[in-house]
């Protein structure tokens, strides 16, 4: 049973006569008997009382003639609600990085929902490698990730540049004129951070093994740390 079929089925049960439906559906009477015929053959049932003035339904002919009108009102409304409306509306999932969330998006979130009211907004913080991973698989619309990024399945553009750089008190000053980084704490966010995997590439090329690596949840909290002089 297929969709074209129910609504030759519906188009016969309405004219009452294989013929006029037909002539309404431009289609051949022949065309109309065969898939009526058939669409009975896979139901297993008589639809129509066949006579000299035309067609009636039987029983179950009503039975499906009223599940043929709630499929055709729930087709309906899901195209309804897939259109393109005019303006963007219903969910929309985005990842970011936390510091990209923290320091950058709030002024251009407050914009778009300012433009865009009828659009759920749902953000997302965590790394670049777990939302390139959510936006490949459809968990997510799109990500804020740090690039340059390659893939054949994800279309990229770059929205702005940033400089990377180290934060410490006076003692990391001293110690990178001293050479001496190796003697400090070094406080990182969660495992799968660029810029986490970026330092510890950088401090790799120069031969530098931090004497003791701790690991924070949030960046709020790995700042507040630094200002207060634990690493």
Request: net charge neutral; proline share 3%.
């Amino acid at each position: 049973m297929d969709i074209q079929s129910l609504r030759i089925f519906k188009a016969v049960a309405e004219y009452g006569s294989i013929s006029k439906a037909a002539k309404e559906l431009n289609y051949a009477q022949s065309n109309i008997t065969t898939r009526m015929q058939q669409l009975e053959n896979s139901l297993q049932t008589v639809l129509f009382y066949r006579h000299n003035k035309g067609v009636t339904l039987t029983a179950k002919g009503e039975v499906l003639i009223t599940y043929a009108d709630k499929i055709f009102r729930i087709l309906d409304e899901t195209k309804e609600v897939l259109r393109d409306q005019e303006e963007p509306q219903g969910p929309l999932g985005i990842g970011s990085m936390e510091t990209t969330a923290a320091v950058h998006l709030p002024r251009f979130l407050s914009r778009y929902h300012s433009a865009y009211p009828q659009v759920d907004l749902n953000l997302k913080t965590g790394p670049t490698s777990q939302h390139i991973e959510a936006v490949l698989n459809y968990k997510l619309d799109g990500a804020f990730v740090s690039g340059p990024l390659s893939h054949p399945d994800l279309i990229t553009k770059k929205v702005f540049s940033e400089e990377l750089v180290l934060v410490g008190n006076s003692l990391l000053s001293q110690s990178l004129k001293s050479h001496k980084v190796d003697d400090l704490t070094l406080l990182v966010l969660h495992k799968g951070c660029f810029y986490r995997e970026k330092l510890k590439h950088w401090l790799h090329e120069e031969g530098v093994i931090p004497s003791k690596v701790m690991e924070f949840g949030s960046l709020d909290a790995l700042m507040g740390c630094i200002a207060a002089g634990l690493g």
